[in-house]
Structure formats: structure tokens, C-alpha cells
T-cell receptor
Framework: GDSVTQMEGPVTLSEEAFLTINCTYT??????LFWYVQYPGEGLQLLLK?????DKGSNKGFEATYRKETTSFHLEKGSVQVSDSAVYFC????????????FGQGTTLQVKP | DAGVIQSPRHEVTEMGQEVTLRCKPI?????LFWYRQTMMRGLELLIY????????DSGMPEDRFSAKMPNASFSTLKIQPSEPRDSAVYFC???????????FGSGTQLSVL
């Protein structure tokens, strides 16, 4: 079945460091891909999305490119801030449009000043 | 809009008791989702509704769990009887366009002793 695999955390970085959180997926057809972020004590929020191959989603300095050839959707940011500390979830919506959004396990990011 | 509203924020109960979690989706959203989040299993979709009709309840763990959506502005998730393994954070989310852009509530932290 469809699934999402994320790199295990926690990821600990110093402020202004470069961030990469890896995400790969398994799915038939052409799913849509998403990154959600969860700040402490809150629900998830959509960070960015891409709906077809080679699309780049971007928001708040974060970027991710839909790579069909490598079935990946890695999250990147050039310079992280302490306020970026959160849990990041990669997710896919199957091309069959079943209505389900399948999440990865989440990766915790800790940014130290 | 106030966003997705869940109640209660925290629930502590004893094994065997009935638990009812409540959700008010964002007005105008046609989709409502119930997720459960645990450290071991991550985010799991329990059930989702479209226009108040349950579409997929394959994630509901067992008959002890039931969900209803009597109207467009209210949904409940009931566990009867509750068990310690039901302890988790339960999120409600709503969407205007299916599984893509979900708006999550702040969640209900359930502890079953």
C-alpha cells in the first residue's frame, strides 16, 4: 500500500544552519505530496505542497521538490531559526483520491541559538 | 474564523468508562477527519466524513470506537468502553477540498488509567 518514510529525528541544528529532512514515498500513480508542521501543543499546519512531478512547493523559506524518479520530497531551508523548532510531517494523498492523507512518522527539529 | 474547535483539551478517565470527544469544523468545510497520534504509531486516520456522511472508517481500531456527524458543524468520536491503550492525542481536521489542505484542531489529550 501507499506509504511515507521520513528520516528519524531528532535533528539538532544551530541557528542559521542549512536544513534537510528526507522524505521518500511509495505510491501507485501520481500522488500529491505535502509537508505539515506541528508546533508544541498545537495541531498540524500545512507548510507546503506539490501536486505533480517536478513541482516545487515553497513557504516561509522552506522548499521541497517533487521528484518522481527518486520518489522523494525532501524538505530544505537555507537558514533555520529557533522558531522553526517543531515536528515536520511528510504526507501524500493517493492519486486514486480516496480522501486519505497518509503521514510519515514525523521528524523533530531542534534549533539552538 | 475561529478554526477547528475541539473539546475537551484534556481528558483523564478510568478504564471502562465512556469517552466522548467533540469537534466543530470550520464553517463551509465539507470534509471532516479524525486522527489519532501516538509515539508508537504516529498519525493514524480513524475515519473521515464528506458532507456529514462517513466515507472511510477502515482506520477505526475496533467496535469500541464510533463516530458521528449529525450536522455540518458538529462531530463526535466516542470510545466505549475505554482502555489504557486508547491513550493518545486525538485530532479533528476539516477541509474544503478533500485531503490536501487540512486544518487541524488543537487536539484532545486522552489518558485512560
Amino acid at each position: 500500500g501507499d506509504s511515507v518514510t521520513q528520516m528519524e529525528g531528532p535533528v539538532t541544528l544551530s541557528e542559521e544552519a542549512f536544513l534537510t529532512i528526507n522524505c521518500t514515498y511509495t505510491a501507485t500513480g501520481y500522488p500529491s505530496l505535502f509537508w505539515y508542521v506541528q508546533y508544541p501543543g498545537e495541531g498540524l499546519q500545512l507548510l507546503l505542497k506539490a501536486t505533480k512531478a517536478d513541482d516545487k512547493g515553497s513557504n516561509k523559506g522552506f522548499e521541497a521538490t517533487y521528484r518522481k524518479e527518486t520518489t522523494s520530497f525532501h524538505l530544505e531551508k537555507g537558514s533555520v531559526q529557533v522558531s522553526d523548532s517543531a515536528v515536520y510531517f511528510c504526507a501524500l494523498s493517493p492519486s486514486s483520491n480516496t480522501g486519505k492523507l497518509i503521514f510519515g512518522q514525523g521528524t523533530t527539529l531542534q534549533v539552538k541559538p | 474564523d475561529a478554526g477547528v474547535i475541539q473539546s475537551p483539551r484534556h481528558e483523564v478517565t478510568e478504564m471502562g468508562q465512556e469517552v466522548t470527544l467533540r469537534c466543530k469544523p470550520i464553517s463551509g468545510h465539507d470534509y471532516l477527519f479524525w486522527y489519532r497520534q501516538t509515539m508508537m504509531r504516529g498519525l493514524e486516520l480513524l475515519i473521515y466524513f464528506n458532507n456529514n456522511v462517513p466515507i472511510d472508517d477502515s482506520g477505526m481500531p475496533e467496535d469500541r470506537f464510533s463516530a458521528k456527524m449529525p450536522n455540518a458543524s458538529f462531530s463526535t468520536l466516542k470510545i466505549q468502553p475505554s482502555e489504557p491503550r486508547d491513550s493518545a492525542v486525538y485530532f479533528c481536521a476539516s477541509s474544503q477540498e478533500g485531503p490536501g489542505k487540512l486544518f487541524f484542531g488543537s487536539g484532545t489529550q486522552l489518558s485512560v488509567l
